[in-house]
T-cell receptor, first 111, second 115 residues
Framework: AQRVTQPEKLLSVFKGAPVELKCNYSYSGSPELFWYVQYSRQRLQLLLRHISRESIKGFTADLNKGETSFHLKKPFAQEEDSAMYYCALSTVYNQGGKLIFGQGTELSVKP | NAGVMQNPRHLVRRRGQEARLRCSPVKGHSHVYWYRQLPEEGLKFMVYLQKENIIDESGMPKERFSAEFPKEGPSILRIQQVVRGDSAAYFC?????????????FGNGTRLTVT
């Protein structure tokens, strides 16, 4: 079955500490993976996607097909990074709108 | 550009009533997606529509749920004879075109409570 798992419901770190939000997927084909973020009182929005190999707001994510993971990392967390983060998988070729979402991880960055 | 607009933000219905959720996509976007989020869960895909066409409804429950995206006006997600299990947040998203280069633009969601 196609599935996305985010094992941590809540991740709490201090400002300046490294952050890693875990995401594992289950899919036998060639996946397209995304991270979406929802800041307090804002809409869900795209943070980054693996095909772009980009760094957004200091965050990066590398697709590891061997471990079927797409963990989100940032070397130094900031308070403004506090938000809900959702990992998402697209299994329909070139169709980024039909996504399988993980349960989400709430990141809390303390001063 | 106001982004994706969903209304109402909150909707309360008694069991057996009908719920109609509206979504106006970003101006110029012709692709609309509906997702449902149950408490403590991630978003689950329901349906994908283009103007006047349902492209993929594989995530829609077989009964009581329907969706449309008419040539003029917003997309509507309709739930007939609501039950308590329909209580959830319903999110609409739009994109300008088909493909992974078109990220989804999400609305703020409609929170449906069935009493």
């Amino acid at each position: 079955a196609q599935r996305v798992t985010q094992p941590e419901k809540l991740l709490s770190v201090f400002k300046g500490a490294p952050v890693e939000l875990k995401c594992n997927y289950s899919y036998s084909g060639s996946p397209e993976l995304f991270w979406y973020v929802q800041y307090s009182r804002q809409r869900l929005q795209l943070l980054l996607r693996h095909i772009s190999r980009e760094s957004i707001k200091g965050f990066t994510a590398d697709l590891n097909k061997g471990e079927t993971s797409f963990h989100l990392k940032k070397p130094f967390a900031q308070e403004e990074d506090s938000a809900m983060y959702y990992c998402a998988l697209s299994t329909v070729y070139n169709q980024g709108g039909k996504l399988i979402f993980g349960q989400g991880t709430e990141l809390s960055v303390k001063p | 550009n106001a982004g994706v607009m969903q209304n109402p933000r909150h909707l309360v219905r008694r069991r057996g009533q009908e719920a109609r959720l509206r979504c106006s996509p970003v101006k110029g976007h012709s692709h609309v997606y509906w997702y449902r989020q149950l408490p403590e869960e991630g978003l689950k895909f329901m349906v994908y529509l283009q103007k006047e066409n349902i492209i993929d409804e594989s995530g829609m429950p077989k009964e009581r749920f329907s969706a449309e995206f008419p040539k003029e006006g917003p997309s509507i997600l309709r739930i007939q004879q609501v039950v308590r299990g329909d209580s959830a947040a319903y999110f609409c998203a739009s994109s300008p075109e088909w493909g992974n280069n078109s990220p989804l633009h999400f609305g703020n969601g409609t929170r449906l409570t069935v009493t």
